[in-house]
């Protein structure tokens, strides 16, 4: 079993995820730079949080070009787990691995705080050590968190159980229907605004995000 | 012939030309004259400040670093490096893209230390919000510290802000940054060995910020100047692919010295690298690469571009170094060599522009300046207790105080920041401190800000001295041993002896307190001629100060845990209301002498509760500072969880606004559990700290004695809607 952080430049979350998935539930890990292409050794990918390309021109709308993308896409096509955060699920939107497009929050700030979030589908790679509507405490920080999607899109999601994660009490960006993450219809990539790296330790005041890799694993060693 | 319009509109003065004629021997070249005006400016040089800033203790009880860009101090195997710098002018005329440059700026002298940067804090003051144009002020410049602080990935963990009429027209930006770095992987700002080459690093050069450092941290404001061409542009991804690349390649061993181009940019690292080195240096500067067209010599020798730095490198190794800044499509190029001449030349095309001796840039005239304690104090420092009237509703005076900005909930703020990014923040915003964790370490870092700058106005040294005091005893409410500090000093213009009193005097208190709590100064910044048409800013002497936990879990917050604690003070009020956010807000007054000072007892205090902390037994400890006990006690209720106290027992001979609302120092109230109390009563016993039990934790509501009886919500209401 081999996770694999994906690096672009002005990714800033990469080695969070990597000190998770290295030290706290020790599994085997290693850095993807971007021009790398080569995927074939690795089993979960991590796009990880971050501002890649600073976030110009529109989030996530630049990285979809790196070289790995395309590599990406054939991994998720294949079947193997992709999970992306914050930034990475910026880029999997983009790169339309997931449905939908993320807005500014509504009160155009940056948001940088715990929120609660409700766990809404525990039958996926990514939930399964989760209970079906567990409250969860894990922070968001960024300014394009307003998940968007169409009408019939927003059907699709609901009929095929992708929403994943929903606000819970407050929804603090303003994103369609409390979206907090989705995985796409196959189940195998997801997209999470939520930074269940930095809730994966005591020290940090929260251990509720790390059901999400640790859920990864159980999965992977099946 | 030069004219002294030209060097004068350089910010040079008459005896400054003169002797930069002495030095060459010769009529200097405008290239060279552009180099002088900004090494000797008050921004590189510190002419005004230099008399004073070598006074600073630089050694303490901890081991330091002082360099020649930050300093620090060496916890076993790690060096912590950290420095505070002012960005005040720039981000009062620009306010987003000067609070940016100014994190930027800061985050740079860290990283070319070989330190990764992990926390950034900022101290900003402001006009009261009650002006339109302080409120864009506000906005820009948290919005500019959110754009490139969270872009790069650094946390913004703290700070402080506070509003008062001085600072309207100059407003006051203070960053701080930390990082952390092996200690034998320390670089050094200099340039060595003769034949080793000079190169070029970052983006590439334009006519952004040109004279940024002369012309507007070196002068006063004065209305309808348009300054904004002399505010540089920030570009926050290029900086973080600049740390990554900076830092991959100093691992490499290769780069023998590496300075930010920050203020005066080439000038300043050209020149103060060869005389750290004690070399010379060739730059051919057609090599530098440009962003714009037909730009003149002295203009790429001053341009403040941000983003870039000038490394040394081991001859031979250019083109590894240059690999590792092109993988992160950076420029890395060879723009010179390390000669032995002492002499910084600087050829165009293989004209020579420039031809100086490195060592007569960086020594700038010594200035002695006269100071005079200003008349005014005597009226303003007299205040008759007498003549303040006691309040009628004690409910309505608390709830103003926690929704006057400088004591309300600053969430709308620090929530803008990543405060989380590196997974390190183990104390978030809102508490006395914050504190990060050292990955593979038991040891924890606490971060502070702090100045009073009310109190500095009303007695200069006094208030310096309790910038140092209150920043330590934040440290310790936290758990953590205060242990070095950095400073930002903001005056008015030296020339003037009454704002160079304040200057002098404030130096001079943090100097006592420093050398009291055993906390060397490493690292810092003066910025003057912070003044507007009205006058001088308030004296600001920002303390930046870090201290050392010994144990992560000793990490202390202000918030009450539990129903049932006891709360207790530590410490004494005394009747004292000068200064105090009190006098000001409900009574419209800055008056008197702000609360006394007794170093000794301070220490004491801190000895206290650092025991008491590490024997487990404190549940909270927060720090009595602007707003007195009331505020103190009202903060410590309203945490994510909030809970209600019911104090009841204060019995001191004093008069109620007194008792709740004094700004005496040395004062703590922390809370434990109740088969704790003895334990404390006798630890302060054998301390010789005053402490009483003054009630307990729950109820749901907020009582004090018979004067306050309010609900949480309506507390929270006002403390967190303040700043919405």
């Not at chain 1, 955060?85 to 715990?114: D, S, T, V």
């Not at chain 2, 690093?201 to 004279?211: E, N, P």
């Not at chain 2, 505010?231 to 290769?254: M, S």
Request: glycine share 10%; hydrophobic share 40%.
């Amino acid at each position: 079993m081999k996770f694999g952080v994906v690096v672009f430049p002005g990714s800033n979350c990469d080695q969070d995820c990597f000190q998770v998935i290295d030290k706290v539930i020790k599994q085997p890990v290693e850095y993807i730079w971007h021009k790398n292409i080569k995927l074939d050794s690795f089993d979960c990918l991590v796009l990880p949080g971050g501002f890649s390309y600073g976030d110009y021109l529109r989030t996530g709308a630049i990285a979809r070009f790196s070289p790995i993308m395309s590599a990406v896409i054939d991994f998720a096509d294949r079947g193997g787990l992709v999970i992306g955060i914050c930034n990475g699920f910026q880029i999997l939107l983009e790169a339309g691995l997931l449905p939908g497009a993320m807005l500014r929050n509504k009160n155009l700030h940056f948001i940088c705080k715990y929120v609660e979030l409700k766990v809404e589908n525990t039958d996926t790679p990514f939930t399964a050590r989760y209970k079906k509507g567990q409250i969860v405490r894990i922070p968001i920080a960024h300014n394009e968190g307003n998940y968007f999607i169409d009408e019939a899109g927003l059907k699709e999601l609901k009929k095929n159980n992708q929403i994943i994660f929903r606000y819970h009490k407050e929804n603090p960006n303003g994103a369609l229907d409390d979206i907090a993450g989705i995985v796409n219809k196959k189940g195998n990539v997801l997209g999470m605004m939520p930074h269940p790296e930095r809730s994966s330790e005591m020290e940090l005041g929260s251990t509720d995000g790390r059901l999400v890799f640790e859920s990864i694993v159980d999965r992977l060693k099946k | 012939m030069i004219k002294p319009e030209i060097y004068q509109a350089l910010g040079l003065k008459d005896e400054e030309y003169q002797r930069i004629e002495q030095i060459l021997g010769r009529e200097p070249t405008h290239t060279e004259l552009a180099m002088f005006s900004v090494e000797w400016s008050e921004h590189c040089g510190y002419p005004s400040s230099k008399k004073y800033l070598k006074l600073f203790p630089q050694k303490g009880k901890y081991e330091t670093l002082v360099g020649e860009d930050s300093g620090g101090i060496i916890v076993d195997d790690l060096a912590i490096v950290f420095k505070m710098e002012s960005h005040n002018h720039p981000s009062q005329v620009e306010p987003k893209q000067g609070a940016a440059t100014g994190v930027g700026g800061i985050i740079r002298d860290i990283f070319t230390a070989g330190a990764r940067p992990i926390a950034s804090l900022d101290s900003l003051r402001f006009g009261p919000l009650t002006e339109p144009y302080n409120r864009y002020l506000l906005s820009g410049v948290v919005d500019g510290i959110a754009f490139y602080g969270n872009c790069l990935g650094v946390p913004t963990v703290g700070g402080e802000i506070y509003f008062e009429e001085a600072y309207s027209g100059n407003c006051l930006v203070n960053a701080m940054s930390i990082g952390i770095c092996k200690k034998a992987e320390l670089a050094r700002a200099k340039a060595v060995g003769v034949g080793n080459s000079i190169m070029y690093v970052g983006s590439s050069t334009g006519r952004d910020g040109i004279g940024g450092c002369s012309v507007l941290a070196s002068a006063e404001f004065c209305e309808g100047e348009e300054k904004r061409p002399t505010v540089q542009i920030g570009d926050p991804f290029t900086e973080k692919c600049l740390i990554e690349a900076t830092l991959e390649a100093l691992a490499t061993g290769h780069i023998l010295g590496i300075k930010d181009m920050g203020a005066a940019g080439l000038t300043c690292s050209t020149s103060e690298m060869a005389a750290a080195g004690g070399v010379g240096m060739e730059v051919d500067i057609s090599l530098v690469p440009r962003r714009e067209e037909g730009m003149e010599p002295w203009e790429v020798m001053m341009s403040e571009s941000q983003e870039r730095m000038l490394a040394c490198i081991k001859a031979g190794h250019e083109e590894e170094i240059n690999n590792i800044f092109e993988k992160w499509d950076l420029h890395g190029v060879v723009i010179g060599k390390v000669t032995d001449t002492g002499i910084v030349r600087i050829s165009d095309k293989g004209k020579v522009v420039a031809e100086i001796p490195a060592q007569s840039l960086t020594e700038p005239v010594i200035l002695d300046l006269p100071f005079e304690r200003p008349e005014y104090l005597d009226e303003i420092n007299r205040l008759d207790l007498s003549k303040i009237p006691q309040p009628q509703d004690y409910n309505e005076v608390l709830l103003k105080l926690l929704a006057s900005p400088n004591i309300a909930s600053k969430a709308r703020v620090y929530e803008q920041y990543d405060h989380m990014v590196q997974t390190n923040t183990c104390v978030l915003p809102g508490s006395d401190a914050a504190v990060l964790r050292i990955k593979g370490k038991k040891w924890a870092i606490a971060a502070v800000t702090d100045c009073n700058g009310r109190y500095c106005f009303l007695d200069p040294n006094l208030g310096a001295r309790i910038a140092v005091a209150e920043a330590a005893r934040n440290l310790v409410c936290s758990g953590a041993d205060p242990a070095a500090v950095t400073d930002c000093l903001n005056f008015g213009n030296p020339n003037k002896p009454d704002r160079y009193y304040y200057f002098k005097n404030c130096v001079e208190g943090i100097i006592e307190s420093c050398r009291f709590f055993g906390t060397a100064v490493v690292s810092g910044n003066v910025s003057f001629y912070n003044e507007n048409p009205k006058g001088a800013i308030y004296p600001t002497p920002t303390i930046g100060m870090i201290g050392i936990l010994s144990d992560l879990s000793h990490r202390t917050t202000q918030y009450f845990k539990n129903e049932g604690d006891a709360i207790l003070l530590l410490g004494e009020t005394k009747e004292e209301l000068g200064g105090s956010e009190y006098l000001k807000v409900i009574h419209g007054q800055v008056k008197g002498l702000p609360p006394s000072l007794i170093l000794g007892t301070e220490k004491r205090l801190h000895d206290l509760l650092l025991t008491a902390i590490r024997s487990g037994i404190i549940n909270s400890a927060h720090d009595c500072s602007e707003g007195g006990l009331a505020v103190a006690l009202a903060e410590s209720c309203i945490s994510e969880k909030p809970l209600g106290a019911e104090i009841s027992d204060l019995s001191l001979n004093l008069r109620p606004d007194i008792l709740l609302f004094a700004e005496s120092q040395s004062r703590i109230v922390v809370s434990v559990p109740p088969g704790q109390v003895i334990k404390i009563e006798e630890m302060a016993q054998k301390d010789k700290v005053p402490c009483r039990v003054i009630g307990k934790v729950g109820g749901g509501r907020f009582k004090i004695l018979k004067l306050i009886d309010l609900s949480l919500d309506k507390m929270i209401q006002s403390f967190k809607g303040a700043l919405g």
